[in-house]
């Protein structure tokens, strides 16, 4: 299964007290990098799924939108807030705040006061409106540092609480911005803020795993924040589940097992160790202890959809559809917003054959990212997605598809090959043979490309034959018409030969 493909293991409430770290906020937990699915080949071949379609419950199915590579749309807070009005209160002006209100409901009533106290009641209206007026100080107002991230403010200068900005690390990773939620929650505990802000911990490792998976600086920031964890608090599940989260991400799932299977030995409700755990064995292909590992999650967490997410996969992964359907319909009733939940169900409709309903929620998953800008974690989705519109015959955007995920991945020749295949199958053979070629060089033991490449090849040299054919039949055809013409006017002066010029005429300068 593609690189790119998600496993969703993220949850969204804490528990701020010390010592018992979040067991829904921190399901936020790495995705799994080998994930099941389309692989970034597979699927190439119009007979690579031989999967009988089964009936799928259509009340769940979204309406299709136009297809698109990179779709934008609103973020869902933004959304809200650009959509609706604020309501009237009692005949009270929106407009106003509630200091401003009550300034004005004050100064209603003054008349039937003293003087002395109508004045001071006029005094105390004016320095309320003044103060409505003001702008807000500096903390109350988001900020790169404080959460603010650029969705708007947090008001009541809540900005810098831990638990605000963990529940908008949560959202962010939810929506698939690792790159974002990772940088709310590195200033706090890798820059001396507040290195043991427990409710942080789990998402911040979560986005950790995701980065360093693909070379980024964060696998050391996972390596020492591990150390320091267990060496300071070994008797934290969050400690070991650091540690894990280091092996997962370096792809040694043995010694990830070891940690996490401590984790939860040490915390039992620690539902980011549970599916944490699962992800380990399932990157072993260990599919009985990975389910194992889900369903105990799912029955300590009832309100999380991640561990349906990674029931649905696994069962996807051994050809069991319809329960496969079954979790991964849970997981969508549960939080139908998670572009992961949305992947996995495009290709589970894409193994069921239904090519037009894998590729709506392919789409609806790419945009329901931030922004609708695919990353790097996302390059499988878009691969996917290219294979859909090449079985609806649509060449043209599954190559946009193939070249949006090459833009992110360049190195893929899963990818590459792709894209020679479809070029082939839109009647240009000389450019699938420049992608095969380009795909054989990153892996020169690709089964398909190989026979591919052949077939492409002869391809080209039948065209090149035909074309030099016709050419030699308009020149055939040429010089007959000039013999024919010459035999029926033979005073007329001789036809020049195609591709000559005529000789000058007597007397002419």
Same mark, same amino acid.
């Given at each position: 299964?593609?690189?790119?493909?998600?496993?969703?293991?993220?949850?969204?409430?804490?528990?701020?007290?010390?010592?018992?770290? %979040?067991?829904?906020?921190?399901?936020?937990?790495?995705?799994?990098?080998?994930?099941?699915?389309?692989?970034?080949?597979?699927?190439?071949?119009?007979?690579?799924?031989?999967?009988?379609?089964?009936?799928?419950?259509?009340?769940?199915?979204?309406?299709?939108?136009? =297809?698109?590579?990179?779709?934008?749309?609103?973020?869902?807070?933004?959304?809200?807030?650009?959509?609706?009005?604020?309501?009237?209160?009692?005949?009270?002006?929106?407009?106003?705040?509630?200091?401003? %209100?009550?300034?004005?409901?004050?100064?209603?009533?003054?008349?039937?006061?003293?003087?002395?106290?109508?004045?001071?009641?006029?005094?105390?209206?004016?320095?309320?409106?003044?103060?409505?007026?003001?702008?807000?100080?500096?903390?109350?107002?988001?900020?790169?540092?404080?959460?603010?991230?650029?969705?708007?403010?947090?008001?009541?200068?809540?900005?810098?609480?831990?638990?605000?900005?963990?529940?908008?690390?949560?959202?962010? =990773?939810?929506?698939?911005?690792?790159?974002?939620?990772?940088?709310?929650?590195?200033?706090?505990?890798?820059?001396?803020?507040?290195?043991?802000?427990?409710?942080?911990?789990?998402?911040?490792?979560?986005?950790?795993?995701?980065?360093?998976?693909?070379?980024?600086?964060?696998?050391?920031?996972?390596?020492?924040?591990?150390?320091?964890?267990?060496?300071?608090?070994?008797?934290?599940?969050?400690?070991?589940?650091?540690?894990?989260?280091?092996?997962?991400?370096?792809?040694?799932?043995?010694?990830?097992?070891?940690?996490?299977?401590?984790?939860?030995?040490?915390?039992?409700?620690?539902?980011?160790?549970?599916?944490?755990?699962?992800?380990?064995?399932?990157?072993?292909?260990?599919?009985?202890?990975?389910?194992?590992?889900?369903?105990?999650?799912?029955?300590?967490f009832p309100g999380l959809h991640n561990p349906h997410l990674g029931l649905g996969a696994e069962y996807c992964a051994t050809a069991n559809l319809p329960l496969a359907e079954r979790a991964l319909l849970a997981a969508y009733d549960i939080c139908p917003n998670d572009p992961a939940v949305c992947h996995e169900l495009g290709v589970l409709m894409y193994k069921c054959g239904q090519t037009a309903a894998a590729a709506m929620w392919l789409d609806r998953a790419l945009q329901l990212l931030p922004g609708g800008r695919p990353t790097v974690h996302w390059e499988a989705t878009l691969v996917a997605l290219g294979h859909c519109m090449r079985k609806l015959c649509r060449f043209n955007v599954a190559a946009e598809c193939y070249s949006a995920a090459l833009a992110l991945a360049p190195a893929s020749p899963g990818t590459l090959a792709a894209l020679g295949y479809v070029a082939q199958l839109a009647g240009d053979p000389r450019v699938a043979v420049e992608h095969y070629h380009a795909a054989l060089a990153l892996r020169?033991?690709?089964? =398909?490309?190989?026979?591919?490449?052949?077939?492409?090849?002869?391809? =080209?040299?039948?065209?090149?034959?035909?074309?030099?054919?016709?050419?030699?039949?308009?020149?055939?055809?040429?010089?007959?018409?000039?013999?024919?013409?010459?035999?029926?006017?033979?005073?007329?002066?001789?036809?020049?030969?195609?591709?000559?010029?005529? %000789?000058?005429?007597?007397?002419?300068?």
């Open positions: 299964s593609g690189s790119g493909t998600r496993r969703g293991a993220r949850g969204s409430s804490r528990r701020g007290t010390r010592g018992s770290a %979040a067991p829904a906020a921190a399901a936020a937990v790495p995705t799994r990098q080998d994930t099941p699915g389309l692989r970034r080949d597979e699927g190439i071949d119009h007979a690579s799924v031989h999967t009988t379609p089964h009936h799928h419950h259509h009340h769940h199915h979204l309406h299709p939108q136009p =297809f698109h590579v990179a779709a934008t749309a609103l973020p869902g807070a933004a959304a809200a807030a650009a959509g609706q009005s604020l309501p009237k209160m009692g005949g009270q002006d929106p407009n106003l705040t509630p200091h401003a %209100a009550d300034a004005r409901g004050a100064a209603g009533k003054a008349g039937s006061l003293s003087p002395g106290r109508q004045r001071q009641q006029e005094a105390a209206a004016a320095a309320a409106a003044a103060a409505a007026a003001a702008p807000p100080p500096s903390s109350a107002r988001g900020g790169d540092g404080g959460g603010g991230g650029g969705e708007g403010a947090y008001g009541c200068g809540l900005t810098g609480n831990l638990d605000v900005i963990a529940c908008r690390a949560e959202l962010l =990773f939810h929506r698939g911005d690792y790159e974002a939620a990772y940088a709310l929650t590195r200033p706090v505990l890798c820059c001396g803020r507040d290195p043991y802000a427990l409710q942080l911990l789990p998402v911040h490792l979560a986005a950790a795993t995701q980065l360093a998976a693909y070379g980024s600086e964060a696998r050391s920031d996972l390596f020492l924040l591990g150390h320091r964890l267990t060496e300071e608090h070994p008797e934290l599940a969050v400690s070991w589940y650091a540690v894990g989260c280091y092996y997962l991400a370096a792809r040694q799932p043995e010694a990830a097992r070891r940690y996490l299977g401590k984790a939860t030995q040490l915390q039992k409700g620690f539902a980011p160790a549970w599916l944490a755990y699962g992800h380990a064995f399932s990157a072993q292909d260990e599919r009985d202890q990975a389910m194992s590992a889900y369903r105990t999650a799912a029955r300590l020169p033991d690709d089964p =398909f490309a190989t026979d591919m490449l052949r077939l492409a090849l002869q391809e =080209f040299a039948e065209a090149a034959a035909a074309a030099e054919a016709a050419e030699g039949k308009e020149v055939e055809a040429a010089a007959a018409a000039a013999v024919a013409a010459k035999t029926m006017n033979p005073a007329a002066p001789p036809v020049p030969a195609v591709g000559t010029a005529a %000789a000058p005429a007597s007397g002419a300068v």
